[in-house]
């Protein structure tokens, strides 16, 4: 087990932090440097991924698992021990 995000408004690495089981974004082989300071808010904005705003080619299998994510807008950003949302620390 290790430490993850739940994700709330999004403002958290979109390549590099851990937000889902896996960060599907970090099994890229590359990021673009322009998109190495997106944060998941900057690309997920009212619910609708918005894919112009990254520069680095997304794969569709990879599109296909963010697709899933919705970001409550109004929570923050909290770190989790594993996938026990129950397990909230605060940094």
Known sequence: MSFTFKVGH???????DK????NPCKSLDYALISDTQLRVSDALVQGIWQW???????PSHIKHKLLSLMLDEH?????????????????
């Open 10 to 16: 999004g403002d958290i690495s979109l390549f590099y």
């Open 19 to 22: 937000w889902l089981d896996h």
């Open 52 to 58: 112009q705003n990254i520069a680095t080619q997304i």
């Open 75 to 91: 929570a923050n950003d909290v770190i989790v021990w594993g996938h026990m949302s129950s397990r909230i620390f605060f940094p």
